[in-house]
């Protein structure tokens, strides 16, 4: 990069890679704030970190996922974060390293926007002390399914006492999942994590004991409305160190669980 560099040399459609995560924008909206980091960058002002990955994208060593907040911010030059959002220091951090005063004031003082998805009033139950509102809980839905077989012993005999289970996965809006299931959750397999104000199907929990999952349901005011069971395959799939018994009674089962 030669050393009289202007934003002329910039295209006008840019290709970011912002920690890992892809992004395209326009020139004028990383140049709009000219007293931000972005725009010292894309001007030319800045040459020690304007760098490019393999592909050849604009490289920026920040947090790829609230970077979506920080160029939503500079489109529209006001804040809007989805409600259950907390990561407000992480956000508020970002926005001072890109150098965007009025994106700081505006995150200290921001009030979440509420839910696109009415929420119908629902009177309590007879025997509940207070709504769901008065108790300051969200409302919501979220899914239980598990996989399960019961063991094989000798000549090819059932112990229905002994329940197999692979794993219990949980879908649902991700805030209402976490503050269900806390630290139990697993959260490995989950391809947007950090991202609140979604729903997803890519969650399990850490053990496999289905009481435990309902039992923290029940706490957090969850109640059962409705459930689903696949039955046994007859021709199930046959994994190692599974009995060809166990694979015939593999089965699938779902619960949902509502709080209104």
């Not at 909206?29 to 725009?39: G, H, N, R, V």
């Not at 509102?133 to 919501?140: A, D, F, H, L, Q």
């Not at 019961?150 to 879908?171: E, H, N, P, Q, T």
Request: charged share 30%; proline share 3%; aromatic share 10%.
């Amino acid at each position: 990069m030669s050393d009289d560099q202007t934003s002329d040399d910039f295209p006008s459609i840019v290709e970011l890679n912002v920690g890992g995560v892809f992004y395209t924008t326009s020139l004028s909206t990383l140049t709009k704030e000219t007293d931000c980091l972005l725009a010292e960058i894309f001007t030319g002002k800045n040459k020690s970190l304007t760098i490019r990955d393999s592909k050849g994208k604009y490289y920026i060593d920040r947090d790829g996922v609230l970077f979506r907040y920080v160029l939503d911010y500079l489109r529209n030059l006001k804040l809007v974060l989805p409600e259950n959002f907390h990561e407000k220091e992480r956000l508020k951090q970002e926005a001072e390293y890109y150098r965007l005063p009025n994106m700081v004031k505006s995150i200290a003082s921001h009030h979440y926007a509420k839910s696109a998805i009415p929420i119908p009033h629902v009177r309590p139950a007879t025997n509940s002390h207070c709504t769901v509102e008065e108790s300051g809980k969200t409302p919501g839905c979220i899914t239980v399914g598990y996989r399960g077989t019961f063991a094989f012993g000798r000549d090819g005999l059932a112990d229905v006492k002994f329940r197999k289970l692979s794993r219990i996965i949980v879908c649902g809006r991700v805030s209402l999942c976490k503050d269900v299931f806390k630290d139990t959750l697993n959260e490995s397999r989950d391809p947007d994590r950090g991202v609140e104000d979604r729903y997803t199907n890519r969650y399990f929990l850490k053990h496999n004991f289905l009481e435990q999952a309902f039992d923290m349901l029940a706490d957090e005011g969850f109640r059962l409305v409705a459930s689903c069971g696949s039955g046994t395959n007859n021709a199930g799939e046959l994994k190692p160190g599974m009995d060809t018994e166990e694979a015939k009674w593999q089965h699938y089962n779902e619960f949902v669980f509502v709080r209104r």
